[in-house]
């Protein structure tokens, strides 16, 4: 893989890991775009996409260490409620068919579902709860739509901010709720992933290579986020709906057209 492959795949990466666009769609389709382009196929995309979701994964950890801190010791009633959220991904994670994952036209057909998550919180009043307060139930709900959103095409990002809204929490609150419970399960997916690759001995990708993509994604997902928070305090997600529709429509003709 070249170094300006996974630098573009890496950009990608960083930049949709937080905005509620859906980074494995994005990948996906530029995967497909770069090998229609004339590029050697990755051999090994969900290792590729591991890495640099550990980078965006970086990223969080930066960006919410003091909220990350203070789940040892004055939210540690919030550790729970991570816990509930976790367990529906993890689940799904488990059984899911890997081959949906690598799908554009799949990608393609959830990104305007993402879209109407969008456009349907943008016509409500965030809350005043904060996520240390939020009920089991709804932490189970907000859950279940991060399992939702291991499709590609549907965002994490926004499919959790969307449920935290939806249940009555605060703007900024709903956020760091849905960033911290991304914590567990891209660290579980790549711990996943680096025990298979050790079994199967040598990647497929230079660990050069991969460790530039980590960096790049990183650094990416840092300004990625701090952009994003700011449009979820304007409450302004809706904005992003606007390119979803269009693009699901793009990806879908390409691939039942192309």
Same mark, same amino acid.
């Given at each position: 893989?070249?170094?300006?492959?996974?630098?573009?795949?890496?950009?990608?990466?960083?930049?949709?890991?937080? %905005?509620?666009?859906?980074?494995?769609?994005?990948?996906?389709?530029?995967?497909?775009?770069?090998?229609?382009? $004339?590029?050697?196929?990755?051999?090994?995309?969900?290792?590729?996409?591991?890495?640099?979701?550990?980078?965006?994964?970086? /990223?969080?950890?930066?960006?919410?260490?003091?909220?990350?801190?203070?789940?040892?010791? +004055?939210?540690?009633?919030?550790?729970?409620?991570?816990?509930?959220?976790?367990?529906?991904?993890?689940?799904?994670?488990?059984?899911?068919?890997? +081959?949906?994952?690598?799908?554009?036209?799949?990608?393609?057909?959830?990104?305007?579902?993402?879209?109407?998550?969008?456009?349907?919180?943008?016509?409500?009043?965030?809350?005043?709860?904060?996520?240390?307060? %939020?009920?089991?139930?709804?932490?189970?709900?907000?859950?279940?739509?991060?399992?939702?959103?291991?499709?590609? $095409?549907? +965002?994490?990002?926004?499919?959790?901010?969307?449920?935290?809204?939806?249940?009555?929490?605060?703007?900024? +609150?709903? /956020?760091?709720?849905?960033?911290?419970?991304?914590?567990?399960?891209?660290?579980?997916?790549?711990?996943?992933?680096?025990?298979?690759?050790?079994?199967?001995? /040598?990647?497929?990708?230079?660990?050069?290579?991969?460790?530039?993509?980590?960096?790049?994604?990183?650094?990416? $997902?840092?300004? /990625?986020?701090?952009?994003?928070?700011?449009?979820?305090?304007?409450?302004? %997600?809706? %904005?992003?709906?606007?390119?979803?529709?269009?693009?699901?429509?793009?990806?879908?003709?390409?691939?039942?057209? $192309?």
């Amino acid at each position: 893989m070249a170094l300006w492959e996974i630098i573009v795949l890496a950009v990608i990466q960083g930049l949709t890991e937080f %905005l509620p666009v859906s980074s494995s769609g994005h990948l996906v389709v530029a995967h497909n775009l770069l090998t229609a382009l $004339g590029a050697e196929p990755i051999q090994d995309l969900l290792e590729v996409e591991v890495v640099l979701h550990l980078g965006t994964l970086a /990223a969080v950890m930066i960006y919410y260490r003091r909220e990350c801190a203070r789940l040892l010791t +004055s939210d540690r009633r919030a550790i729970p409620l991570l816990i509930l959220a976790t367990i529906p991904a993890v689940v799904v994670g488990f059984s899911i068919d890997r +081959s949906l994952l690598e799908s554009p036209l799949l990608a393609g057909l959830m990104f305007p579902i993402s879209a109407l998550g969008l456009l349907w919180i943008s016509q409500r009043s965030p809350g005043d709860t904060q996520y240390v307060d %939020l009920r089991p139930k709804h932490a189970i709900l907000i859950g279940l739509l991060q399992a939702f959103a291991i499709l590609p $095409g549907i +965002s994490r990002s926004g499919a959790t901010i969307v449920g935290g809204l939806a249940c009555g929490l605060r703007r900024e +609150s709903a /956020a760091a709720f849905a960033f911290l419970m991304a914590i567990p399960v891209i660290g579980g997916g790549g711990l996943l992933t680096a025990v298979k690759a050790c079994k199967e001995g /040598a990647t497929g990708t230079p660990l050069t290579t991969l460790a530039l993509g980590f960096l790049v994604s990183m650094l990416v $997902g840092l300004v /990625a986020l701090a952009l994003l928070i700011r449009w979820v305090r304007r409450g302004q %997600l809706a %904005l992003f709906a606007y390119y979803l529709i269009p693009l699901g429509v793009a990806v879908v003709a390409w691939q039942l057209c $192309g």
